[in-house]
Structures are given as structure tokens and as C-alpha cells.
């Protein structure tokens, strides 16, 4: 009759099985045709005598712990493989991937770009002060532009009005220039643990320009935060 071990006990050589007619069978070490170990769940067969098993050999040697040590891995290796590859892929995306220059136009380039309504991940010292010397750079060569169209169209002549393509190219540079201002100083306050909330303190009279320096000058916390990683190129 075929069977399925219950249990055995092999310090103790004996133990119990299911039968094919639903009947519970003790069996010891005696009644086994081989000495061989047998798990819990093996399929054997055996000669029924009464509650006892006689003749127990097992069908197929240590069923359960093969499909347990066989059929577990094998329903898990395709998913296994899917996290190796995705792993895999990303690790070679990572390693492909061009690295962010550090550069200080590079970080002005990127504020008035891609980060020009960038609110939420951090900024370094270095980030700040690139922005604030290419801005200053730039304004410097906007007046310049529009003291030059002004000169050529007698604008600064004496009794003129004010020279107008100079005010108004200053006033539009400024006012494209606000949102990434305030990205990259709600980004310098992330990166330093504060909500991007007291950004409001910058634009205070008196008190603005000395907490715009305070917020520039606190170097970037050394760990990852609720606003991102370590910004690249800081030493910790």
C-alpha cells in the first residue's frame, strides 16, 4: 500500500504514517526493508498488518525535503532572476550614467534650467555661491547691454529721462531670476535639515540679507535626509 510518513523519529527508530485508505500505521526501525532516513512527508510503500506497517521502503527517497529544498527555489528563481536583472540593469545605468558636474557655472546653469522651480531637494554652499557669482556676473553684463543701447539711442544725455532699456532689462532679468532664487535658498535650507519655509526670513527688511548669509554659510549635514541624499561632491 502506498503511504506518507508522519513522522519518524530515528534516535528513537520508530515512527508513524498516513495509508492510502486514510488508516494511521506505527512502524519502527525493524519494519523498514532499508535503513534509510525518512522525512516528514515521503511517500513510501508498505504492507498494512493490522495499526502496524511491516516492509516500509520509501518510493522516492526523501520526497518532501527535495521538493521543499527543489520546488521552493524553482517557483522562486524566475522572480529571483527579474531582481538580478532589474538589479543589474540599474547598477549598469548608474555606472553609464554622466556624473553632475560640480562646476560653479554648472550649478547656475542647472538653477536657471532644470532646477528653476525645483523646490523640494537640497543644495550645497558651493551651489549657493556658484548661483550668487554668475547672477552678479550676469546683471552686471545686462546693465552693461542696456547702458550700451541707451548710449545709442541718446538715452543718457543729460535732461534725459531715465534710460529706459537699461531699467527695463535689469527689471526683467530680475524677475526671471526670482523663482530659482527662491528654489535654491529653499534648497540650501533642506540641506542643511530646516524647512524650506523659513526661506520667508530672506525677504524680510533689515533681517533678510543677514539670514540669506546665516543659511549660505552652515555647512551641508553630513547624511541623508527627508529631502535626499548627500548632495554629490561634499566630503563628509
Known sequence: MRGEILHYDEEQGFGFLTGADGNRYSFAREDMRRETSLAKGASVEFQPSGGQARNVYSVRPQASAASAGATAPAAAAPQAVVRQAATQQFGRAADTAPARSTGLWDYFWRAV???????????????????????????IAVVAIGLAADAAIGDLEPGQEMPAMTVGLSGLFIL??????????????????????????????????????VFALIPTQGRENQWGPVPAGVRI
Open 176 to 213: 526671471a531670476t526670482i523663482p530659482p532664487w527662491i528654489g535654491l535658498i529653499v534648497r540650501r535650507l533642506h540641506d542643511i535639515g530646516l524647512t524650506g519655509w523659513l526661506a520667508i526670513l530672506c525677504f524680510i527688511p533689515t533681517v533678510g540679507g543677514l539670514a540669506t548669509l
Open 113 to 139: 534650467t532644470q532646477n528653476y522651480f525645483n523646490f523640494v531637494d537640497r543644495a550645497r554652499r558651493k551651489e549657493f555661491w556658484g548661483f550668487c557669482l554668475f547672477w552678479t556676473i550676469s546683471i
